[in-house]
């Protein structure tokens, strides 16, 4: 009886100190999963919300990126209207800047034969008035010449006012004045630095002064700054409305494009304005990173940003504070940890 009761209570003990460790378990595994300690060293961890994706950096990783973080300050901006900007090919141009040189080169061949045969008539005239040591046949050819010259010089002057009035009916003043003066728009054209568009509104009607200057969108999903010259005497032939000529820096668009600009026009709309460098492009979207958290930030879509006066303004975007710098090493952080998360999953 004694050994059989001496084993019963070995039995018990050893199914107490069981049920004591499966439980401890237990509460261990609770824990874990619960709160998982990032690993020693790690410097990103992805995480995702209910609405936004993002990641989480510790200081040594935020300074070795070049993180640095900004206002997105509350603000309201016009409505775009959308406006299609074509870029025109140069040769009627150059056809025009080139009729307008010869017709000037020939003004002042003209001008010069008219001043010399007006100094041969002078000299030959005083000769013939100085007891007559010219002959009247030799003072009536001088003055043949002289007017001869006139009228050529006179018509030679009209075929310059007539190719400069010509490149004014295609093109307008302003281009037309720095075509014949050489200046810089006119070499920056000629020489392909600059390109010349015609912008026209495609929805909505053209505000009443059109802006300095306009954000276009390139084929490679960046924008390019183009400059306002002047209006151009000539409509637009597809939409009928008056077309503006600007000018835009040459690299990234290529002769005969029609690409995408936007002018301010509609009514105002409200949002927030972000410093130039906030934004990113990643599938076919515009990003910004705001921090939600010191070292934790959240990848938020800027849909619909448009340039603005040192920086971007997107609409709907509310004030927070966002990655002003290194926001490409952002995402990068973030796609290697959720990398890195799904591997550690399996």
């Given amino acids: 009886m004694k050994r059989k009761h001496t084993l019963g209570a070995a039995a018990t003990a050893t199914l107490l100190a069981v049920l004591a460790g499966l439980a401890g378990l237990s509460a261990w595994r609770a824990h874990s999963e619960a709160a998982p300690p990032a690993a020693a060293g790690e410097a990103a961890r992805a995480h995702e919300t209910d609405t936004e994706p993002g990641v989480s950096l510790d200081q040594e990783a935020r300074e070795r990126a070049g993180i640095e973080t900004a206002d997105a300050r509350a603000s309201e901006a016009q409505a775009p ?29 003209a001008d010069a034969a008219l001043e010399a045969s007006r100094r041969d008539h002078e000299r030959v005239k005083g000769l013939h008035a100085l007891e007559r040591n010219a002959s009247d046949r030799a003072l009536e050819s001088a003055e043949a010449a002289w007017r001869a010259d006139a009228a050529g010089a006179q018509a030679a002057g009209a075929a310059l ?31 392909g630095r600059q390109l010349l568009l015609r912008v026209t509104a495609a929805s909505g009607p053209a505000p009443v002064v059109m802006p300095a200057s306009m954000d276009v969108e390139l084929a490679s999903e960046s924008h390019r700054r183009a400059r306002l010259i002047a209006q151009s005497p000539t409509s637009d ?16 668009a290529a002769v005969g494009q029609t690409l995408q600009a936007h002018i301010a026009s509609g009514a105002k709309q409200s949002g927030a304005w972000l410093p130039a460098g906030a934004l990113l492009w990643w599938q076919g979207r515009q990003w910004a990173y705001v921090e939600e958290a010191p070292g934790r930030f959240e990848r938020r879509e800027a849909a619909d940003a448009r340039r603005v006066e040192g920086g971007w303004f997107v609409p709907g975007f509310k004030p927070a504070r966002v990655a002003s710098r290194g926001a490409q090493s952002l995402l990068s952080q973030e796609l290697r940890a959720a990398i890195k998360l799904g591997e550690d999953d399996k």
Wanted: aromatic share 6%.
């Fill in 81 to 109: 209207t959308l406006a299609i900007a074509t870029v025109l090919p140069m040769q009627e141009l150059i056809d025009a800047a080139a009729s307008i040189a010869n017709a000037r080169a020939q003004a002042e061949r």
């Fill in 161 to 191: 006012q007539a190719a400069q009035a010509s490149a004014r009916a295609r093109w307008g003043a302003a281009l037309t004045q720095s075509m014949v003066t050489r200046g810089g728009l006119w070499l920056d054209l000629e020489a």
């Fill in 237 to 252: 032939p597809r939409v009928q409305g008056p077309a503006y000529f600007y000018a835009m820096d040459g690299l990234g």
